[in-house]
């Protein structure tokens, strides 16, 4: 009941997420000049390819501890020294570039926020691996609730600001709000650690080994995902303007509300399947994968339904464009939650990130020469149609890979049975029980 109640909860919060991820968005889009917009769409998804890179070193410290609890405190000090370190680097190479280069607004911004993803990201990690995820869903929204408070008090002192310096205060109140989320998920990451001994940074070689084999190989495997999940998006501001990426951009950022929503699932798997035996975490695997395609469709038709007026409050005259697109992207989005279940079954249970790398550069490039092809002839559909098709591929790949790694019937991850069903007939019939109770 406890796990039914926290993976409850935990939907909420994603929904919550999702909300507040459209409000800023969709703020941001009546705000902002269309283009404008893109840009700032366009930084901040470099801004998390960043963190995906630290993500995947990251992801050894929270691979190690439910393996090693015992060394708890070498663990986390090791962590502690990799990552405060390297963000002061990158903090330090970004003011230099943007000094000497004057680069983009868009990536000078990006390359400042970088280094906050990436503690962030840190924080969460071990949140996630220690199983606090009621505290993980909270500071999955810090950010989020932080920037929309302070968009919103500065948007109404500066209502009638010149649309040029809109951007660079968009920018800088991202940035403050991304400083107020890392205070927020170190503070409880060291509480729920025992502060003490896991506060120090220390190098020790044990833990550097570890880092540099399976870090780095989980490194490439999340920058590789990453940019597949990123390729049409970008492959659409090589080959169109601002104004036709932004108006993509809206389409991309009301379809990923799936991908937000679904993210529970995995989140709720992750620690399960880490400290499972390798049978286990299979089993595990696919009831999960199962559970996600069947959340994944009945979100995926919700939000089908309620596309049009996510449209018409971010402005139909300005983004109305954005409805067919969204409509493409949305079957791919919900194979692309499915896939990505399946793939925590290779690093958290095999060890195996490389396995992610293989399939990712297999997709990204079949999603770019797709795009290469499609976007002059289809614009933004062409943009779409790739990336459904690239994650058909995705997930056929990893089902195929699944079967051979595990030597478990691979169908289990994909054919629905009536008792994956089971919850979502129960709440049916209890939502008609009190609608004929109260009627």
């Avoid at 951007?167 to 025992?194: H, N």
């Avoid at 199962?290 to 018409?312: E, K, N, Y």
Wanted: overall charge positive.
């Amino acid at each position: 009941m406890m796990g039914r109640k926290l993976t409850l909860y935990s939907f909420a919060y994603r929904g919550l997420s999702s909300f507040l991820t459209f409000a800023n968005s969709a703020i941001a889009a009546r705000y902002l000049p269309t283009a404008s917009r893109g840009e700032f769409q366009l930084s901040t998804t470099v801004a998390t390819l960043g963190q995906s890179f630290s993500g995947g070193y990251t992801n050894y410290f929270s691979y190690a501890l439910p393996r090693r609890p015992h060394d708890k405190a070498q663990i986390v000090q090791m962590g502690n020294f990799v990552m405060y370190l390297f963000s002061i680097a990158v903090w330090l190479c970004a003011l230099a570039a943007i000094w000497i280069w004057h680069p983009p607004l868009s990536i000078a911004y990006a390359m400042v926020g970088i280094p906050f993803t990436f503690l962030f990201g840190y924080g969460s990690k071990l949140l996630n691996s220690l199983g606090e995820i009621s505290w993980l869903n909270r500071v999955n929204i810090a950010q989020a609730v932080a920037f929309l408070v302070l968009y919103l008090a500065f948007i109404a002192f500066h209502w009638h600001m010149a649309p040029g310096p809109r951007l660079v205060w968009t920018f800088r109140i991202w940035l403050i709000s991304w400083a107020l989320c890392v205070a927020l998920t170190l503070a409880v990451t060291y509480q729920k650690l025992g502060f003490g001994e896991t506060l120090k940074w220390r190098f020790h070689r044990a833990e550097w080994r570890g880092l540099y084999r399976y870090g780095t190989a989980s490194s490439l495997a999340i920058v590789t995902g990453y940019v597949n999940y990123r390729t049409d998006f970008w492959m659409l501001a090589l080959l169109h303007s601002a104004t036709t990426l932004s108006i993509y951009g809206v389409a991309v950022a009301a379809a990923e509300i799936l991908n937000t929503l679904t993210q529970t699932i995995a989140t709720m798997v992750f620690h399960r399947v880490t400290a499972a035996s390798v049978d286990d975490a299979g089993a595990i695997t696919e009831n999960a994968s199962r559970q996600t395609l069947v959340t994944s469709i009945f979100a995926a038709c919700a939000l089908a339904l309620g596309m049009p007026l996510i449209v018409l409050i971010y402005s139909w005259h300005k983004y109305g464009g954005s409805l067919g697109p969204f409509y493409v992207l949305l079957p791919g989005l919900v194979l692309k939650a499915t896939a990505n279940v399946i793939a925590q079954y290779f690093t958290n249970a095999l060890g195996r990130p490389t396995a992610l790398t293989w399939v990712n550069l297999a997709v990204i490039a079949a999603n770019a020469l797709m795009c290469l092809g499609l976007i002059p002839l289809a614009g933004m559909y062409g943009a779409s149609i790739a990336s459904t098709l690239s994650y058909v591929l995705e997930l056929a790949l990893y089902v195929t890979w699944y079967r051979r790694a595990s030597g478990r019937d691979s169908r289990a991850l994909w054919r629905v049975t009536r008792g994956d069903l089971a919850p979502y007939l129960d709440l049916v019939h209890k939502v008609r029980a009190r609608l004929a109770r109260t009627a």
